[in-house]
């Protein structure tokens, strides 16, 4: 079967600090679909195209709401925390996207995204992949502004973030929507 992850991260420099990748796994027959859902998820929220940092918390959470029908039957948000600052973001991102596809399907095919990946960095990824025997049509990097579903991936790990610092707003939205999530 034929998978597109999109992929972000974000990172926190303080001296407790951290990475974390989100991927968004899609079957190749539903991107288009869920693309035009989580466009219409960004204006209804009142988030429409902002980073997830500069966010309104209550527009957050609107739009944390409105996922559970999008992605149910999807599959699960995968993501990573890797603890402390001084890590190599790039090659860490790779090992992430290359689990997450094999959770997903070691068997299917993927084309993968990954924001602001330049592609010269392109082969950390394809190394990951072809280290766990998994097939994939296409690594390139992306940039958010452009793509909804790089700024689902972006606003995912905004959250997880957010969550990981202890942001009171994560807690009741955990309740909610942790069962859309699932650690590489």
């Known amino acids: 079967m034929k998978f597109y992850l999109y992929a972000d991260e974000t990172i926190w420099t303080s001296p407790a600090g951290f990475l974390i990748v989100a991927v968004v796994a899609l079957p190749g027959d539903q991107v288009e679909y869920i693309r035009s859902l989580v466009t219409r998820l960004e204006v209804a929220s009142g988030r429409d195209k902002r980073k997830w940092a500069q966010s309104l918390t209550a527009k957050k959470i609107a739009f944390l709401d409105g996922l559970g029908p999008i992605l149910d039957g ?62 994939f049509k296409k690594i390139v990097g992306g940039r958010d502004e452009s793509e909804p579903l790089l700024r689902l991936a972006d606003a995912l790990a905004g959250f997880l973030g957010d969550r990981a610092k202890g942001k009171p707003y994560t807690i009741e939205a955990w309740r909610r929507v942790g069962h859309l999530f699932q650690e590489v």
Do not use: C
């Not at 890590?87 to 689990?99: I, N």
């Open 74 to 135: 999807s599959p699960p948000i995968l993501w990573r925390h890797h603890p402390g600052t001084n890590v190599d973001q790039v090659r860490l991102t790779a090992l992430v996207v290359a689990g997450a596809a094999h959770q997903v399907d070691p068997l299917g095919a993927f084309y993968v995204m990954i924001d602001g990946f330049k592609k010269a960095e392109g082969h950390l990824v394809s190394g990951a992949m072809k280290s766990r025997g998994l097939a």
